[in-house]
């Protein structure tokens, strides 16, 4: 399998990690591309070549990974007919989106792969900076289960978890849901360190005492000790989560349902996109508690 | 320590496990009353006596344990003035509250027992069902840390972790931001489900792929199987959960806070007690989601 030849486009705080693992791991046949190409720079000294171009790329590669930013650029990524990876993949050829994008977007790209006698897999990921980091990422995969089966040993590089959870789309529904998940999680911890704060408690004691009990979660170990240091950069940016949000609002919509934690939680997002704090991560999140208070806790 | 006279006043489903665990785990001299008597059956079993009023229980303790329903069934049981256990119990004695009550009523509680020469501690917990059953509960202790020394051992017996938090209410101040970040949890958890459901996905798969990564919680491990297996049965009854919420809701307004995750929390579970779902458990919130969206899932 390490004979495979592998591309990859789109090597921002995610991409960059998860390359590395397949880079390190035994898949050494590997051309990147990114937009900004200074942030190649990492895999470059691992021994990945630079390209040009998401098609030079694909002209090179078994297999290319897709890693971007919104879905304007996978579809300009993917799709485009002069630079786009599917007109520089050769036959048989696989494209793997893990960027977080539509639904429908996925399908689109399916088909056009079939058309083109190539194949595609929407395999968005879970697990944040650190899943990436340490290589434990939950990958949600739409598509061919046979196709899935011959990019395992890819995937398994970078991920904990693999989930094959039906026909193309499937693997961006799934990661819908999972934001619908984390919105709220995001909602509840924020306020209850904001509570916390108001009665007086000290909040390091706090968060170390409901994070084993039935408040537990990702969210609440990852990223609250990080809310109550003031470190508010970004593992994951809010701009990205709001473009999820955004995804899952517009997909409920479509399916006719009404979910008014998510729409909470999305004009939460938004307030911090209001204020100017699209670039930090989505722990930022505290920001917008703080400010419907007019009172800081960090 | 172990010659330490143990009193338990509330018997429902969590205080029936925890007192297990202190019978046991040595604490054999026990006596126990519980407001509908056939639920004490269990522990007079395992050798406890069963006694007729709070007082009772107190004058034959050194230490008593309360775990009850109400902020009004706790000042009924301690504070009144005829059969209540600040009446009974000998000086020098120990009330430990672990119903999740009031802060204002734990500092009542506590200046009462100190006027009589008697100790309190508030002492509410985390954990759910699960974790009093297999004896891993997070206790959260507001009172002096001495007198929390006094029974630890004795809290032990059931519990994962032992924080204290600060003086008198402390206990209660934590547990209340413990639910507020439960209850959004719940939102989040419910949401996705429903979501992922009207996209298609089958359940069992999605639940267990989003366990693993950034929407992992206690409250997607420990109640989401049971939502999809149609299981609403009460490991904590909705009515016991809106009490909490209720009180969060009471103390942030005292507080001047706006947390609108808790506000939204608390009128969806409300329109559970609404609809006759009180008796059910905390998982049921799937229902509310449900009848907004005229779509079971369960």
Known sequence: MASLRIGW?????????????CLTK??????????????????LELGAKQMDSPRAVA??????FTMVGFPSDVRDVILHSEKGVLTGLPKGGIIVDMTTSEPSLALEISEAAKSAGKFALDAPVSGGDVGARNGTLSVFVGGEEDVLER??????TFSGTIAHMGPAGCGQHTKAGNQVTICSNMIGMCEGLMYAHAAGLD????????????????????????????????GFYVEHFVKDLGIAVQEA????????????????????LACGDGRLGTQSLIRAIERLNSRKIC
């Open 203 to 234: 909040l390091e004691n706090y968060l170390q005492a409901i994070s084993k009990g039935a408040a537990a979660s990702f969210s609440l170990t990852a990223l609250g000790p990080r809310i109550i240091k003031g470190d508010l950069n970004p």
């Open 9 to 21: 486009i789109g090597t921002g705080v995610m991409g960059v990690s998860m390359a590395r693992h």
């Open 59 to 64: 002209e090179n590669s078994d297999v290319v």
């Open 151 to 156: 990019v395992k040993p890819i995937l398994e």
């Open 26 to 43: 035994g898949f050494t046949d590997f051309s990147a591309y990114n937009r900004t190409s200074s942030k190649l720079q990492p895999l």
């Open 253 to 272: 919509q479509r399916l006719k349902l009404g979910l008014p934690g998510l729409g909470l939680a999305h004009q939460l997002y938004l307030s911090l």
